[in-house]
């Protein structure tokens, strides 16, 4: 295996840990790799960030979810042993919550094992946090980076601080972005074992297949289009179980667990039955989940008028129930004969490349101007909102933070106006855009 460096997230609990190693690993957690000698190996994964590729590990979890016991006994002996076989230390402290004796209690120990050491401010998601990050200070760190895990931001800014202390040492990520994960969701009987065995069925090469992190997780991957696209949980898809409601709760429970794995949902709903109350309750994951999204229609085959018009109406039906995923394309297969599977798997693909996609800050600006000047943003609460300026601060899914005036907020209606007009001159169909403010006091020049 090839030897990449390590960075060890630590900190005391509740401080934004897992969250902070999710966004390191993303949808390709299901990757993970098998370290011999480690129980909890999902604690380790690769992250892959502008084409390079290091390893990270969060001794939080190598706690074995008893973490309160880092209270006892200070660090247990697997997170000592990752510490010191890592590079670099990401120290995580909570912004919300200030700086407390048990960080200082850490720092303490990171120094006398002399770690290279990015102290990470994590929540910092609101006007005047910043601010409070200043207490951290006093830990001793000089690298100190502000981020928000939750909301993805201040990811760039995290990893270039990494890059300056490991870059030279990690090897170019050769795979990555060649790699697709794929969940295929939806209620029992919509069809999800069959779409599998149709795309593993047709001539495309089977890769591998993955056991995987949960215990009966089996993701395969296929090569498609000369990229490599994975199936996650198929195991768990065609496991068959008798349909009561038990199994229907059951399947929004696995289909949650396969959404988290993924970069993009293929969303299955039953042409001969309108959308239930499990097809919402999956698809209102998906939705939050902030993954890309498609929406395929299947049993085609079943259905009585098969004109264009037949199809405009059912996916108009579809769409109609569905209002929150507006941004989903919607696509009628049969998952039995084949119809338009191919055409299904290639908008997927389509979707994770935009769902990665990075635009640029000054093409972003202008439009910004254009748009906030066409329509003006309405006065919230009797106070005049100004957009400064707007820029990128997270892909996979984007995240867009616009400066405003101090105190100003969007009405959600006009969120959406910018959200939609983003959507369209960027092309990120199936793809959700997320906007945050920021307050910038001073009137500043645009860039
Ligand atoms: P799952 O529970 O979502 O995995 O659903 P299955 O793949 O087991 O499919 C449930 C039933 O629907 C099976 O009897 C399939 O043969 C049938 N089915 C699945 N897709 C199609 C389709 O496109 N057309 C038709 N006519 N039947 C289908």
Not at 61 to 86: N, S, T, Y
Not at 418 to 441: H, M, Q, S, Y
């Amino acid at each position: 295996m090839r030897q990449l460096p390590l960075v060890a997230i630590v900190g005391r609990p509740n401080v934004g840990k897992s969250r902070l190693f999710n966004r390191f690993c993303g949808y390709r957690k299901a990757l993970v790799h098998d370290r011999p000698g480690l129980t909890r190996d999902r604690q380790y994964a690769t992250a892959r960030w502008e084409g390079k590729q290091f390893e990270v590990v969060d001794t939080g979890g190598l706690l074995g979810g008893d973490e309160e016991r880092i209270l006892e006994k200070g660090i247990g002996d697997q997170a000592f042993a990752a510490i010191d076989e890592a590079r670099l230390v990401l120290f995580v402290v909570d912004a919300r919550a200030g700086l407390t004796p048990l960080d200082e209690e850490l720092g303490a120990v990171l120094r006398r094992r002399r770690k290279q050491v990015i102290l990470v401010v994590n929540k910092v998601d609101g006007p005047g946090q910043e601010a409070s990050a200043t207490e951290f200070h006093r830990l001793g760190f000089d690298q100190v980076s502000l981020t928000s895990a939750e909301h993805g931001l201040g990811f760039d800014e995290l990893h270039e601080r990494i890059f300056s202390f490991i870059g030279d040492l990690c090897p170019a990520d050769t795979e990555g972005e060649e790699n697709v994960q794929l969940a295929i969701v939806g209620r029992p009987n919509a069809g999800k074992s069959t779409l599998v065995n149709r795309i593993l069925g047709e001539d495309r090469v089977l890769v591998s297949s993955i056991p995987g992190t949960t215990r009966d997780a089996v993701d395969v991957s296929i090569a498609f289009r000369g990229r490599q696209v994975t199936l996650v949980d198929t195991a768990g898809i065609r496991k068959k179980a008798r349909i009561g409601d038990a199994e229907e709760k059951l399947s929004v429970s696995m289909a949650i667990k396969q959404i988290e794995r993924s970069a993009v949902v293929i969303l299955l709903l039953d042409a001969t039955k309108g959308i239930g109350a499990q097809d919402a309750a999956i698809a209102g994951h998906a939705a939050r989940s902030g993954r890309g999204v498609i929406v395929a229609v299947n049993k085609w085959d079943l259905v009585a008028d098969r004109s264009h018009r037949g199809a405009r109406e059912l996916v108009q039906q579809m769409k109609d129930r569905l209002r929150f995923l507006d941004y989903a394309p919607v696509l009628v297969i049969s998952a039995l004969d084949g119809t338009r599977v191919v055409k299904l798997l290639d908008q997927a693909l389509a979707i994770e490349e935009r769902w990665r996609a990075r635009v640029s800050t000054s093409r972003l600006n202008s439009l910004l101007e254009k748009w906030t000047t066409e329509k003006p943003p309405p006065r919230h609460r009797g106070r005049a909102v100004k957009v400064y300026y707007g820029t990128q601060v997270a892909s996979g899914p984007p995240v867009f933070k616009l400066f405003v005036n101090s105190g100003a907020r969007f009405y959600f209606s006009y969120e959406r106006y910018l959200v939609n007009r983003i959507r369209e001159a960027f092309d990120f169909e199936g793809v959700p855009i997320r906007l945050v403010t920021a307050e910038r006091k001073q009137r500043r020049a645009r860039r």
